[in-house]
């Protein structure tokens, strides 16, 4: 008998590719969902619109302890795979109660539900880089102090804490990933990488003249989500619970990434790119650079993609889509 898991947050990038990767694996894969998604399909499901026949979908929302209840009552997981949050930064800044309230409350409703009912359900934590903020040292690894410099920062250190708190507390099998920035073509358009990559692609179709970005000397971590959910799966597969830095180990400037991705498209990106004060954040994560021996050591996990191979995905995938008045974004 394969194993059975739930996966809140199913219809993001994550979720995909994970349901995609346990289904794969023989897992029997269920999906914790809003209703709204349900009832509007054709726009909420364009990332799994592929696996719907496969996977199992149950309406819940992480605001609502009894809804997050009922499912787990109904049905049996091996592992829970924790992945829905609000998790653009910038929208933290601009509405933090809500954030707070949904990735504070969602992450230790799920954790209280399992504990009353399944205790034995594995129980992964997405955590993240943005907990590092103002970082202490260079590169971040799993002893490396928190600073973070957002609400969804402090919702991530928040849900870390309450996580590690459940195992110690409990005993249960709680493991938090910190993992750094992770994009593929199915990133949302809000997220950095995306809006470059599919402004690129917009420019060379001459649809777009020019791209207006925030700063473009923060530094990030940049891996493939492909690699990134692979490693999630590993964490839950060791003997005992712990937390592991998920990086690639490079740090490159916004700047390069526009460079790169520009250059896949026959561009170049200083022709096009426009400082504007509106996509500055009121504090930034100026440096990230994660240090993944331990997940390598431990887990044996290594990425495939390298940051040009990343690039490479994301531009030519825009490119082939560009026009499309109905972008998919399974591709
Ligand atoms: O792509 P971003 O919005 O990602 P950010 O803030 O690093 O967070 C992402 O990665 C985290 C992992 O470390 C996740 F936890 C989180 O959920 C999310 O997935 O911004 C990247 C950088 C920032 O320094 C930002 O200031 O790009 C800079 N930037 C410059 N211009 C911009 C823009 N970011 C966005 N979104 N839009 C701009 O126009």
Redesign the pocket.
């Known amino acids: 008998m394969g194993k059975k898991a739930l996966i809140t947050g199913m219809t993001g990038q994550d979720g995909s590719y994970l349901a995609e990767y346990l289904l794969d694996l023989g897992y029997e894969v269920h999906g914790l969902v809003r209703r709204v998604a349900l009832e509007d399909p054709q726009r909420r499901f364009t990332r799994i619109e592929h696996l719907l026949d496969k996977v199992t979908l149950h309406a819940a929302s992480l605001e609502s302890y009894p809804s997050i209840f009922n499912v787990i009552s109904r049905n049996e997981f091996d592992e829970c795979y924790h992945l829905a949050a609000q998790?653009?930064?910038?929208e933290s800044f601009a509405d933090g109660f809500s954030t707070m309230n949904t990735n504070i409350n969602g992450t230790h409703y799920m954790l209280a539900a399992l504990r009353e009912l399944q205790p034995k359900c594995r129980f992964y934590f997405a955590g993240?880089?943005?907990m590092f903020g103002k970082v202490r040292e260079v590169p971040q690894k799993e002893t490396t102090a928190f600073h973070p410099r957002s609400p969804?920062g402090i919702s991530k250190v928040a849900g870390f804490d309450l996580t590690r708190n459940y195992r110690e507390a409990y005993g249960m099998f709680c493991a938090s990933g910190i993992?750094?920035?992770h994009e593929s073509p199915r990133r949302g358009y809000?997220?950095?990488?995306r809006?470059i990559t599919s402004a690129a692609a917009r420019i060379k179709a001459g649809q777009q003249n020019e791209l207006r970005?925030?700063?473009?000397e923060?530094r990030?971590d940049w891996g493939h989500a492909r690699d990134y959910v692979r490693a999630m799966h590993l964490m839950l597969q060791q003997d005992s619970p712990d937390d592991f830095v998920v990086a690639s180990g490079e740090s490159h400037s916004?700047g390069d990434f526009c460079e790169l991705a520009f250059a896949e498209a026959g561009l170049d990106y200083r022709e096009y790119v426009v400082q504007d004060d509106r996509?500055y954040?009121p504090a930034?994560?100026e440096l990230?650079i994660g240090d993944a021996s331990k997940a390598k050591s431990v887990l044996g996990w290594a990425p495939h993609y390298n940051f040009e191979a990343l690039i490479k995905e994301m531009v030519s995938k825009d490119i082939a889509t560009a026009g499309d008045s109905f972008v998919t974004a399974s591709a």
Request: no cysteine; net charge neutral.
């Open positions: 998790s653009f930064v910038a993240s880089s943005e969804y993992l750094f920035n809000e997220f950095v990488t809006k970005l925030g700063n473009l923060a990030r916004v996509f954040r930034e994560v990230l």
